[in-house]
Nanobody
Framework: HVQLVESGGGLVQPGGSLRLSCVASGYTYSSHCMGWFRQAPGKEREAVAAVEDDGITRESISSYTDSVKGRFTIARGKDNYSMNMQMNSLKSSDTAMYYC?????????????????WGEGTQVTVS
């Protein structure tokens, strides 16, 4: 039974910081993509950042949507089944429910439908 558990959301003022974490359990795929998505009320779920283990050198490859580049940093845990995302200089437009997701095949696409497992989300409110 695959389970993803997010934590670290909350209420913060504009310009503030939060750190989101995600811990995955219940699977043992050697190479997979872990990503953060977000969904604001009335909007579609969008990719925020992702980190991929190339499965060979174990080097992590990260990617970000343009609106968070330079402000958010995603990192994979040493155990390869956890990740966190440091969010700095938060804006009101970052307000959303943030979801952790895992894709067990190669590649880190940006469409939610391409991910296999999801957490229940953690709310981030910037106000």
């Amino acid at each position: 039974h695959v389970q993803l558990v997010e934590s670290g959301g909350g209420l913060v003022q504009p310009g503030g910081s939060l750190r989101l974490s995600c811990v995955a359990s219940g699977y043992t795929y050697s190479s997979h993509c872990m990503g953060w998505f977000r969904q604001a009320p009335g909007k579609e779920r969008e990719a925020v950042a992702a980190v991929e283990d190339d499965g060979i050198t174990r080097e992590s490859i990260s990617s970000y949507t343009d609106s968070v580049k330079g402000r958010f940093t995603i990192a994979r845990g040493k155990d390869n089944y956890s990740m966190n995302m440091q969010m700095n200089s938060l804006k009101s437009s970052d307000t959303a429910m943030y979801y952790c997701a895992v894709r067990v095949n190669s590649g880190c696409p940006t469409q939610p439908a391409d991910f296999d497992y999801w957490g229940e989300g953690t709310q981030v409110t910037v106000s």
